[in-house]
C-alpha cells in the first residue's frame, strides 16, 4: 500500500505479464490473487467462519475462477470496481480424442460469442483445470498451463475452396477441430500428455488417477505490442483481462476512507448464470457476511458506487458505419462511458457524471457510446449487479477493436488512461 502508480511503460509491461499468465479464467484468478497476496492481503477461506473481521486487506476466490479483493474498515460505504475473468475460447470436450486420416484430432466446444475465423492457422496450447486423485485415494484439482503450440486448425487452402474469401458458414462440429498430432507418434497420446503435465506440476499425482478435465485452447502467440510507435497493443483476451488487470492495481493502491471492493467474475461470456457468474450470489455472500445486519448494509449500498469495466467497441476506421456518427469512440482517446435506453448498460445521468468527474480529476479523457438505432447491443455484468444490489452503477470500458478475436487490438494509452482513473477513484 502506499505505493506511487506504475509509469507507462513498467505498467504496460505489467499489464502484458498478467496476459501471459492468464490463459484461462482460473490462471486470470489466480494472477490476480498472486498480485494482491504480493501487496499483503489476506485470503479468506468460504468454507470458515469469518466472525467479524478486524480491518485489514482481505481477497475470496469462489470457483478458482471468481475473485472478490477488498479493503476493509468496519462498515461504510463501498468504492466497487467489477470486471469478468473469462474470454470466448474453445473448450474440450470431456471425451476429445478422434482419429482422421491419419491425423490425431480433439473435439472441442464453443464457450461464448467466439469470433471463429482468426482460430484458423495459429498455434494453439491448452490450460484450464484438472480433478485427479492423490496417492492416498483423494480427490484434488490444479490448474494447468501447456505453454506449449499443441495443436492447429489449419484452413482449407483456395485452390478447393474459391468462395473462401467470400462470406462463409463455419460448421463448428466439423470444420473447427484442432488437430493435436499423427496416429502412430507416442508422445501424441493426449491423456499421456496431460499425465505428464500434471505429473511435472504435482509430483504426488497418482499416474492412474482420474482425470477430468475443463481446458481451453489458447493461441500460443504472446502479446505484443504494434504500431509504428508501439501505439497498440494486440493479444488475445484483452476482452477483459485489461479491466481485471486495472481493477487490481487500483486495490493495490488503495487507500481510500470507504472500503474498496473489485469483483472480477467468471461466465459473463455464457451469460453469468453460475455460482461464480454475476447472476450468482457471490457478492451479496460476501457482503453478507461482512454487513450481517439488513439495515446497515442497505444504508452502505445505498451510499455506495460501482464502475463497472468492460471493453467497447472503438470505431473501426475500415468499417465506421456500423456506429453512430455522433457517437465514435476511438483508440487513445481514452476510456468510454457506455448508455442504453433498454438497460443493457446501467449508466444513468447521475452515474456517467460521477465518472466522468472521475476522469478530470484523474486527467483522462473520456468518450461516449450508445448502439446505432438499427443494430442491437452487447451487456455486461453493470445491469446484472445493479439489478441484484440495487447498487448505482456506470458501465464503462477501453475502446477496442475485433473484440472476441483470438487477437483483439486496443490502443496501449488507454490502458494506462484506466489504470489511472481506477485509481483515482480508490484514491480520492
Ligand atoms: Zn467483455
Same mark, same amino acid.
Given at each position: 500500500?502506499g505505493t506511487?502508480m506504475l ?21 486470470a484468478a ?27 486487506n ?10 472478490i ?8 460505504a ?18 476429445p480424442?478422434?482419429k482422421?486420416q491419419g491425423?490425431?484430432?480433439l473435439?472441442?466446444?464453443i464457450?461464448g460469442g ?5 482460430w ?7 490450460a &484450464?483445470? @484438472? ?5 492416498? !485415494?483423494? %480427490?484434488r484439482?490444479?490448474? #494447468?498451463?501447456v505453454?506449449? =503450440? ?17 462470406q ?10 484442432p ?12 491423456q499421456?500428455?496431460l499425465?505428464?503435465?500434471l505429473?511435472?506440476q ?13 481446458l ?12 509504428l ?16 488487470f486495472?481493477?487490481?492495481q487500483a486495490?493495490r ?5 470507504d ?7 467468471d461466465?459473463?461470456?455464457? &451469460?453469468? @448464470?453460475s455460482?461464480?457468474?454475476?447472476? !450468482?450470489? %457471490?457478492?451479496r455472500?460476501? #457482503?453478507?457476511?461482512?454487513? =450481517?445486519e439488513?439495515?446497515a448494509?442497505q444504508?452502505a ?9 468492460d471493453n467497447a467497441?472503438?470505431?473501426?476506421p475500415n468499417?465506421a458505419?456500423?456506429h ?10 481514452g476510456?468510454?462511458?457506455?448508455f ?10 447521475a ?12 486527467d ?9 438505432s ?27 477493436l475485433a473484440m472476441?478475436?483470438?487477437?483483439e487490438t486496443?490502443a ?6 484506466l ?10
Open positions: 500500500m506511487t509509469p507507462h511503460d513498467a505498467c504496460l509491461a505489467e499489464l502484458i505479464s498478467f496476459l501471459r499468465t492468464s490463459p484461462t479464467a482460473f490462471h489466480a494472477s490476480a490473487a498472486a498480485l494482491l497476496r504480493e501487496s499483503g492481503f489476506v485470503q479468506l477461506d468460504e468454507q470458515a467462519s469469518w466472525g467479524r473481521l478486524p480491518a485489514g482481505y481477497f475470496v476466490l469462489r470457483n478458482e475462477s471468481s475473485l479483493g477488498f479493503t476493509w474498515n468496519g462498515g461504510g463501498f468504492r466497487l470496481i467489477g470486471a469478468h475473468t473469462d474470454s470466448p475460447s474453445l473448450r474440450l470436450k470431456p471425451n480424442l478422434r482422421e491425423c490425431l484430432l473435439g472441442v466446444e464457450y467466439a469470433l471463429l475465423r482468426p484458423f492457422d495459429r498455434e494453439l496450447s491448452l &484450464g483445470r @484438472v480433478a485427479w486423485q492423490d496417492k492416498n !485415494g483423494s %480427490l484439482s490444479a490448474l #494447468l498451463d505453454q506449449r =503450440p499443441v495443436a492447429v486448425i489449419p484452413s482449407l487452402a483456395i485452390h478447393l475452396n474459391r468462395e473462401a474469401n467470400k462463409q458458414d463455419i460448421n463448428s462440429q466439423t470444420e473447427l477441430v488437430l493435436a498430432g499423427l496416429i502412430g507418434e507416442a508422445a501424441t497420446d493426449f499421456h500428455l499425465r505428464e503435465q505429473r511435472s504435482q509430483p504426488d499425482a497418482e499416474p492412474a488417477g482420474l482425470i477430468d478435465h475443463e481451453f485452447f489458447y493461441d500460443a502467440t504472446p502479446p505484443a505490442l504494434a504500431g510507435h508501439q501505439e497498440f497493443i494486440v493479444s488475445a483476451r484483452l476482452d477483459n483481462l485489461v479491466s481485471c486495472a481493477a487490481v486495490l493502491l488503495a487507500d481510500a476512507q472500503n474498496c471492493l473489485i469483483i472480477l467474475n461466465h459473463e461470456e455464457v &451469460g453469468s @448464470v455460482a461464480a457468474g454475476a447472476k !450468482g450470489p %457471490l457478492l455472500d460476501v #457482503l453478507e457476511r461482512l454487513l =450481517p439488513t439495515e448494509r444504508a449500498l445505498r451510499k455506495s458506487f460501482f464502475i463497472s469495466a467497441h472503438a470505431v473501426h468499417y458505419a456500423k453512430d456518427p455522433q457517437h465514435l469512440p476511438q483508440l487513445g482517446k476510456p468510454v462511458i457506455k442504453n435506453a433498454n438497460q443493457r448498460y446501467a449508466t444513468t445521468a452515474s456517467a457524471a460521477k465518472f466522468r468527474q472521475l476522469c478530470t480529476k484523474a483522462v479523457p473520456v468518450q461516449e457510446f450508445v448502439s446505432r438499427d443494430m442491437g447491443c452487447g451487456s455486461t455484468i453493470g445491469p446484472l449487479t445493479a439489478a441484484e444490489l440495487g447498487v448505482e452503477t456506470v458501465d464503462v470500458g477501453i475502446p477496442s472476441h478475436s483470438i487477437r486496443a496501449s494509452v488507454d490502458c494506462w488512461h489504470c489511472r482513473v481506477l485509481r483515482t477513484f480508490f484514491q480520492p
